[in-house]
């Protein structure tokens, strides 16, 4: 697949399943927009070269998109795809999370989307076409405890997919993806706040029936397919790459 001549933004794209698709559509000749508040993103984009743009944003303060999509189109033009990537997650449940923790979450994880799509939807119009490709998570579907904001920003992504999916195809696809656990910066810092974030991560890693966690790279290529011309039938569907995780009912073993 090529998207040469085509522009990307991608949302926490300095590391982590963002960086991955970062450097996916960069090998595929597109130009790269990082949007993050992680200042790496800047070397990350210098490592990269010409064809690579990173802006400091905090997707969940408009004055922060809209400035962002001015320097894009300064740069490179209109956008052809958005990846809404950038998520933050605690570790809370109803009670136990502040109000302060539950606004910032739906700040980031929805409200970041929304005004990233907002304002980027009009210069797909200004093409004819474009995609947005919003990293939602198997937590939608099934959840563990003590996850409540981040389990709900994620389930409320994918009704945002189907609203901007119905209100401006043909032109405009846009999908979502549930990863399960993926081997990211993310992950880690969450395990590390257990006693034992050897034994975390192992049972993270059983509980998917591949008995691994996925790398990156692997949801970066179902992006990229789901950005490209061969998924050009595909719009308002939300899509689990989790290695099985959450399809068995446990039973009885004897």
């Known amino acids: 697949m090529s998207f040469e001549n085509k522009t990307v933004v ?8 963002g960086g991955a698709c970062i450097e996916m559509f960069h090998r595929e000749k597109a130009n790269v927009v990082i949007l993050d508040v992680d200042e790496q993103g800047a070397a990350f984009a210098n490592e990269l070269g010409e064809r690579a743009l990173f802006i400091k ?20 033009g209109d956008i052809d795809v958005l990846v809404n990537n950038a998520a933050i ?11 302060e923790e539950w606004d910032k979450t739906i700040s980031i994880n929805l409200r970041g989307g ?10 797909m119009q200004a093409k ?47 999908v979502a993806i549930c990863p399960g656990s993926v081997d990211t910066p993310l992950l880690h810092d ?3 706040q257990s006693p034992d974030p050897q034994a975390v991560f192992k049972e993270c890693e059983e509980m998917h029936l591949m008995k691994r966690i996925a790398a990156p790279s ?26 099985g995780l959450g399809i068995t009912i446990e039973g009885s073993k004897r």
């Open 10 to 17: 991608v949302t926490g794209g300095a590391k982590g399943i």
């Open 57 to 76: 944003t905090d997707v969940s303060i408009e004055k922060d998109v809209i400035n962002a999509v001015e320097k894009i189109k300064l740069r490179f």
């Open 89 to 99: 997650q605690y570790f809370a449940t109803v009670t136990d999370s502040t109000a």
């Open 114 to 123: 929304f005004l990233c799509a907002k304002y980027m939807i009009p210069s």
């Open 128 to 174: 004819g076409k474009g995609v947005i490709i919003n990293i939602s998570s198997v937590q939608a579907f099934v959840t563990q405890r003590a996850v409540a904001s981040y389990a709900t920003s994620k389930a409320a992504q994918i009704a945002l997919t189907r609203s901007i999916a119905i209100d401006y195809a043909p032109a405009i696809r846009c």
């Open 190 to 192: 969450l395990i590390g």
């Open 218 to 243: 692997e949801i970066a290529e179902f992006v990229s397919y789901l950005a490209s011309d061969k998924a050009s039938f595909i719009t308002g569907q939300a899509f689990r790459i989790d290695g």
